[in-house]
């Protein structure tokens, strides 16, 4: 009974954490361990890789080696065949890399890319993570969080990869607020220098963000400045459309 018991009470962890990142304290009063229970339970999982620090070292957040055993049985593949169709008319249409991400934990992962055709091309970022703050497909995300959950990242060090990243708290408050009112939004080289990106948000039939539309290229010749708001458009709409298609 004992192992019964263990398997329950690391399941209420992992359920805990699978609505949001959380801190040690935070899991033990949100399931009613004992805090040196949770402590045990999360060292294993974190063993196993089933979970694993955020970035602050302060939270723990779903790892990726229970993405790894349910993503088959997930949306992600649901939502890349979808997508697919949608990335390939704004490569074609905007001569750049286009690709789909959903959100897990706190952070990005890249589902799909399709990749543009020229001599200086995108590396392919599918099956790898992102912070938030530093992409637009993390962002998007962001902008629909709930105010606690914001905050609680906001008040925490971000990182900041190059000299253009934006990671104070007020400035990511007004490009999130900024996001809902354009319905996408530019990053340029805050999380790889040279490269710019454009997001929009997918909404699902809940009215959730079930994921990201991307699409991205060297920042010497992407954006065309003067057609960054016809390109944020174009992603927008294609957005939109896989919204729609996702939900029938």
Request: proline residues 6%; charged residues 20%; hydrophobic residues 40%.
């Amino acid at each position: 009974m004992a192992g019964v018991q263990s398997v329950e009470r690391a399941v209420a962890l992992l359920q805990a954490l699978a609505r949001e990142p959380s801190s040690l304290s935070d899991l033990a009063g949100r399931t009613g361990l004992a805090r040196s229970t949770a402590a045990r339970l999360l060292g294993t999982l974190e063993g196993a890789g089933m979970v694993e620090r955020c970035l602050d070292g302060a939270r723990y957040q779903v790892g990726p080696g229970l993405f790894a055993l349910v993503r088959p049985a997930r949306e992600h593949d649901r939502i890349s065949a979808a997508a697919r169709p949608f990335l390939e008319r704004l490569c074609a249409d905007l001569g750049e890399t286009a690709g789909v991400s959903v959100l897990e934990g706190d952070r990005v992962l890249y589902l799909d890319q399709v990749g543009a055709v020229g001599d200086v091309q995108i590396r392919d970022w599918t099956g790898e993570y992102a912070p938030p703050h530093l992409v637009p497909s993390g962002l998007v995300h962001m902008a629909r969080w709930s105010e606690g959950r914001l905050g609680r990242y906001l008040s925490l060090p971000m990182d900041a990869p190059t000299g253009a990243s934006v990671c104070r708290p007020e400035d990511v408050l007004a490009r999130l607020t900024r996001l809902l009112s354009a319905g996408y939004e530019w990053c340029h080289g805050e999380f790889v220098r040279g490269i710019s990106s454009v997001a929009a948000p997918v909404v699902g039939p809940s009215g959730d963000v079930v994921a990201a539309l991307h699409v991205h290229g060297p920042s010497y010749r992407f954006p065309d400045w003067e057609q960054t708001h016809d390109i944020g458009r174009a992603v927008a709409d294609a957005a939109k459309a896989l919204g729609l298609a996702y939900e029938n």
